[in-house]
């Protein structure tokens, strides 16, 4: 992971002085290309990425029954790929803490990855009711089922993933790292953890379950946050601005 961090790492540095501009897709990216030295402020354009809401909200949700989870069952999930990045080896052993406190939950983990076979071993040993999806250009379907979404990853260059989780109104837990922080304010329109610690999601989890009121509060707030900053529109509207500016420099050369 470190020699492959560092090719990158070098192709940026090598790439650099032939653009005009280097987008960057949170504040957390942005900082770390100057801590790296790819490149001089004035070059690095901070434009946060976003998302089709009405995509999001628009889509169906898959039938409970038919993924064999009750319509009663407290459901948390994950979008993502089972990768290292991702820790889903985190998410299911969060899924037995989970499971031993509150009896009617199961689980969703919607991609896959080297570390598919590992999930399900494990949570077929402890009793767990996990449906890991494979490939699906159906994402948000599944994601309507959840009632809590996490992203647990150990780095993240942004978390689209929250993002979705909360144009969709899913109370979202996610790791304290990186760019994830800039996404989400703590207690207020979300909860952050430690990585790599199934503990505090598995108490971040129960304390949702037990507070529905402070959870819905969280919810329309995160959405409100969406909304705002968040849609694709936006993300256009910066680029094209960029573009703009990028040639009309260009033409008085």
């Keep these: 992971m470190k020699l492959k961090s560092f090719i990158y790492l070098l192709m940026e540095k090598c790439l650099s002085p032939f653009t005009d501009k280097i987008v960057c897709i949170s504040e957390a990216e942005k900082?770390?290309?100057?801590?790296e030295h790819i490149a001089?402020?004035?070059?690095?354009?901070?434009?946060?990425?976003?998302?089709?809401?009405?995509?999001?909200r628009d889509a169906v949700p898959k039938d409970r029954g038919e993924l064999g989870i009750a319509e009663d069952a407290f459901?948390?999930?994950?979008?993502?790929?089972?990768?290292?990045?991702?820790?889903?080896?985190v998410f299911i052993r969060a899924?037995?803490?989970?499971?031993?406190?509150?009896?009617?939950?199961?689980?969703?983990?919607?991609g896959d990855g080297e570390e598919r076979a590992e999930v399900e071993r494990f949570a077929k040993e402890n009793n767990l009711n996990l449906?890991?999806?494979?490939?699906?250009?159906?994402?948000?379907?599944?994601?309507?089922?959840?009632d809590v979404a996490v992203l647990l990853s150990r780095w993240e260059g942004f978390g689209l993933a929250i993002v979705e989780y909360m144009a969709a109104e899913?109370?979202?837990?996610?790791?304290?790292?990186?760019?994830?922080?800039?996404l989400i304010e703590d207690s207020v329109d979300g909860l952050l953890v430690d990585v790599d610690n199934p503990e505090d999601v598995r108490d971040k989890?129960?304390?949702?379950?037990?507070?529905?009121?402070?959870?819905?509060?969280?919810r329309e707030k995160a959405l409100g946050k969406v909304i705002k900053k968040y849609d694709i529109s936006r993300v256009v509207?910066?680029?094209?601005?960029?573009?703009?500016?990028?040639?009309?420099?260009?033409n008085r050369q």
């Design 95 to 110: 899924a037995k803490l989970i499971n031993d406190a509150i009896h009617n939950s199961a689980f969703i983990i919607v």
């Design 131 to 146: 449906v890991v999806t494979g490939w699906t250009d159906e994402p948000y379907s599944f994601l309507k089922v959840f």
């Design 31 to 35: 900082n770390s290309a100057l801590h």
């Design 170 to 182: 899913k109370n979202v837990i996610a790791t304290r790292t990186d760019a994830i922080p800039t």
């Design 237 to 250: 509207g910066q680029h094209i601005k960029m573009f703009d500016e990028l040639s009309r420099n260009k």
């Design 40 to 56: 001089k402020e004035n070059k690095l354009e901070l434009i946060p990425n976003g998302i089709d809401m009405s995509a999001v």
């Design 205 to 218: 989890v129960i304390w949702l379950y037990y507070h529905p009121e402070e959870a819905k509060n969280m």
């Design 75 to 89: 459901v948390v999930g994950m979008i993502g790929r089972l990768s290292p990045q991702k820790a889903p080896d």
